[in-house]
């Protein structure tokens, strides 16, 4: 009989022991009432980072959709510069040709003037 006792690695049975002691001892600590105390102070103040977060988030897409408002004005504006710049140009061409065909016609009628002389 002391022989199956001497094979018996007594390290091993030494640690499953200390582990059942400290994991029995460990569930009565975490389930203790100064336990419950520990957890709700952390969940309180985990809602308040949360609130806090939320806050600056807010503020945050406050400020983007300002942004986006502002860049979608500075396009609006710059394409209607653009179509009144467009326009523009077009109405300076039209007087070029108006005033080409005007020289064009005096140009004409002072030619028809000098074959009559």
Do not use: H, P
């Not at 975490?30 to 980072?49: H, W």
């Amino acid at each position: 009989m002391l022989e199956c006792l001497t094979k018996i690695n007594w390290k091993k049975v030494g640690l499953f022991a200390s582990g059942t002691l400290f994991g029995t001892a460990g569930i009565k600590v975490l389930a203790s009432d100064d336990a419950k105390k520990v957890y709700t102070n952390c969940t309180a103040a985990v809602l308040r980072a949360k609130e806090t977060v939320m806050n600056t988030v807010t503020t945050v897409q406050e400020n983007a959709e300002d942004i986006y408002e502002g860049a979608k004005q500075i396009n609006e504006e710059r394409a209607e510069a653009k179509v009144a710049a467009e326009f523009a140009a077009e109405a300076e061409e039209e007087e070029t040709e108006e005033t080409t065909e005007d020289s064009e016609a005096e140009t004409t009628e002072a030619e028809e003037t000098a074959e009559e002389k």
